[in-house]
């Protein structure tokens, strides 16, 4: 389990890397700052899925079908819905922290990785055990 953690974390670093570098070369392109974030996203999400499904979560036998992608976009928006709503409750509930964006985009972070590592590992990269 500490391993599989490790490797989440370290995959979903890189994963922002994709992110960030895709959302940025976009906008320079000339791209809607909304729509190249949905695009960097997306694409992070794919890189994320692969990188998750091959490196971490490939030991064992993994089930067949179920729409595996499906299901990690899913996680992957849930996660950023609670990542972003405890981002905004943090600043609504300490106004001091809007000088600060970095600590509630922490809190925000860990919990959104806390939803996207529980359910990634429970549900959408579950192993049968044979």
């Given at each position: 389990?500490?391993?599989n953690l490790f490797w989440f974390v370290l995959i979903?670093?890189?994963?922002f890397v994709v992110d960030a570098t895709a959302l940025s070369l976009l906008v320079w392109e000339g791209f809607n700052v909304y729509i190249a974030r949905t695009a960097s996203f997306t694409f992070a999400?794919?890189?994320t899925w692969a990188l998750n499904r091959s490196l971490n979560f490939g030991t064992g036998r993994l089930r067949q079908g179920g729409g595996e992608y499906a299901k990690y976009m899913l996680v992957q928006v849930l996660a950023a819905t609670g990542n972003?709503?405890?981002?905004?409750l943090t600043i609504?509930?300490?106004?001091?922290?809007?000088?600060?964006?970095?600590?509630?985009?922490?809190?925000?972070?860990?919990?959104?990785?806390m939803i996207n590592y529980s359910l990634s590992r429970s549900w959408v990269f579950k192993l049968e055990i044979k």
């Open positions: 389990m500490k391993r979903g670093c890189f994963g999400s794919a890189v972003m709503s405890i981002y905004a609504w509930r300490w106004p001091i922290l809007r000088g600060w964006p970095i600590v509630p985009l922490a809190i925000g972070a860990v919990v959104g990785m």
